[in-house]
């Protein structure tokens, strides 16, 4: 899935660790600053389930999600664990799903071991489905944030999102 939104290119990155201005020394992590990783089946059932825990997680952790950045990055779970299952799930019999947040961002991942790198298609009306990598690009456009695949080093390969924590930068 290339992100054509994304504007220069870069893939957002944790910042630099924050120091404290007078002191040089670093800032202790904000409390919900971490990175969370889950492996699943690559069955049907996986995909609700990883929707239930990334927004547990969400929850538990007190991370800073605008609810309509929330909504959307529910709804790319569901669709990134859904494409892992339906075209992965040959070649792979597990899947990945990371959370990383830092101090204003989350990047979400999900990770398969099939090398095939998919593309977000154009539109088309006739068909009923093959949408969903085009709603995560805008959903992710929408909220300011990119989105790539990038292969990983078993041959497989990992879809990621980076939103911001805070307003869109639109």
Not at 44 to 49: D, F, G, L, N
Request: net charge negative; proline share 10%.
């Amino acid at each position: 899935m290339d992100d054509h939104g994304r504007p220069d290119g870069a893939v957002p990155r944790p910042e630099e660790p924050r120091t404290r201005p007078d002191e040089g020394k670093p800032v202790d992590p904000l409390p919900y600053e971490g990175v969370w990783r889950f492996t699943a089946p690559s069955v049907e059932a996986s995909v609700p389930q990883a929707r239930h825990a990334v927004r547990d997680l969400l929850a538990r952790q007190g991370i800073p999600v605008p609810a309509d950045v929330a909504e959307g990055l529910l709804l790319i779970v569901s669709e990134l664990v859904t494409n892992a299952v339906r075209h992965a799930a040959v070649l792979s019999p597990t899947l990945g799903v990371e959370v990383a947040v830092g101090s204003g961002w989350l990047r979400l991942s999900v990770e398969d071991n099939h090398p095939y790198r998919p593309t977000a298609l154009e539109t088309d009306h006739a068909r009923t489905g093959g949408r969903g990598l085009l709603l995560v690009r805008e959903i992710t456009r929408e909220a300011g944030g990119a989105c790539d695949v990038a292969h990983t080093a078993t041959g497989g390969k990992v879809v990621w999102v980076a939103l911001p924590l805070g307003p869109a930068a639109r």
